[in-house]
Structure formats: C-alpha cells, structure tokens
C-alpha cells in the first residue's frame, strides 16, 4: 500500500479535461512540494510536473498541478490519445526519511 | 543534455548480490548535484531505493537500507548500485535518474532502466 494515494484508474474522452488526485498527510504533502510523472507504455517515467505547479521546457501547457494541504492534483485538458499512460505523484515524507510515490493512476482516453 | 544508462547482469541468483551502474553523459558529476535509483516491479509502481550526493553522502529508503549500498566514481562519471541477498521480490525494472535531492520526490531525466530478474 503507498504512503500517497491514488485512483487506480481514471478517464476521459479526447478533448475533455481529467484530474488525477493525490492524497497524503502531513509529514509528505502537507510540508513538501509535489512531482507528477507520466510513463507511457513501456518506457521510463518523464517528469510532468515539479514544486507543485511547475512544467519542465516540452512540457505541454494542457499539463497543470496543483496542491491544498495534504492533497495535490493533476489536471489534463484537451486529453489526446498520446496522454494515454500511467501517472504518479511523489514527495518526501519526513516521518519515513524517504521519498514516496503515489501507486500510480492508469489514464484511458476512451 | 543529461542522459543516463544503466547497464549490469539481467538474471541474478537468489541470495546473490546485485550489481548495477549508471552512466552519465553531458554533465560532469564532480560537478555536483545528487542521483538516485528508483526501481519497478513488473505491473507494479515505483520505489525510491536510495540516492547520492557527488561528494559521496548518501540517503537510502529505510525498508532496503540493510541491503543498499551506493556509490560514486567521478573518475568514470558513473554511480552505482549493489543490493545483496536479492530475492523474488527484487525482481524489477531499475532506474537511475538525477535527484534534485533530500526534500523533494524530483527525479529528472530518467535512464531507459534495466530489467532485472533474481531466479536461479
């Protein structure tokens, strides 16, 4: 069981918007920034989202995150059918000395 | 550009070490920063296995700290990773990645990763 938690599955039609939640406590979220990562299949996870909100350069602006007290999210607008993938958030947790990861949340574009 | 390759034996007897490293190109690792391994079981999600500090201090996940061991060669520019007396339960695609360190879940860029499989 992950120390943040997220939906198993979420999804969306194409050019819909989709939000992928994330909750911890306060020894992780509720104290340190977020990351969200996407793999596609078969590939390594990319980093979508840093500090909470923030996109590395290629990222795609349909891409935002965000964060309120113990929860964070990601928000995927105009979805396509190349944003079919897995996701995970990740954060330090102070109380397990670690970084954590979220279980993952598997997106489908139907 | 930072890009990273993991490389190492992709079958490892149970009870046996495993022996990973990870090459880094376009940057300089005596140059500073941290890294970091993070691992997947097949279907599974991901694991933070531990990270180190280019001076060579490192930060391991409590669950596998008994186990983990991490280096640096600045030499070489490459890290590695050994995790002894492997089980089934090891058995996991292995990625090496730049951490933007303790504080933070930031991994960026990731290798390609590694699939390793303990099985005698």
């Known amino acids: 069981q992950s120390v943040l938690t997220q939906p198993p599955s979420a999804s969306g039609a194409p050019g819909q918007r989709v939000t992928i939640s994330c909750s911890g406590s306060?020894?992780?979220?509720?104290?340190?920034?977020v990351c969200w990562y996407q793999q596609l299949p078969g590939t390594a996870p990319k980093l979508l989202i840093y500090r909470n909100n923030e996109r590395p350069s290629g990222v795609p602006d349909r891409f935002s995150g965000s964060k309120s007290g113990t929860s964070a999210s990601l928000a995927i607008s105009g979805l396509r059918s190349e944003d079919e993938a897995d996701y995970y958030c990740?954060?330090?947790?102070?109380?397990?000395?670690?970084?954590?990861f979220g279980g993952g949340t598997k997106l489908t574009v139907l | 550009q930072v890009q990273l390759q993991e490389s190492g034996p992709g079958l490892v007897k149970p009870s046996e070490t495993l022996s990973l490293t990870c090459a880094v190109s376009?940057?300089?690792?005596?140059?500073?920063?941290?890294w970091g391994w993070i691992r997947q079981p097949p279907g599974k999600g991901l694991e933070w296995i531990g990270s180190?500090?280019?001076?060579?201090?490192?930060?391991?996940n409590p669950s596998l700290k008994s186990r983990v061991t991490v280096s640096v060669d600045t030499s070489k520019n490459q890290f590695s990773l050994k995790l002894s007396s492997v089980t089934a339960a090891d058995t996991a695609v292995y990625y090496c990645a730049e951490y933007f360190g303790s504080g933070t879940g930031w991994f960026d860029p990731w290798g390609q990763g590694t699939l390793v499989t303990v099985s005698s």
């Open positions: 990740a954060a330090w947790d102070d109380s397990l000395s670690s970084v954590v």
């Open positions: 376009g940057y300089s690792i005596s140059s500073g920063y941290y």
């Open positions: 180190i500090y280019y001076s060579g201090s490192t930060h391991y």
């Open positions: 306060g020894s992780n979220i509720g104290t340190y920034s």
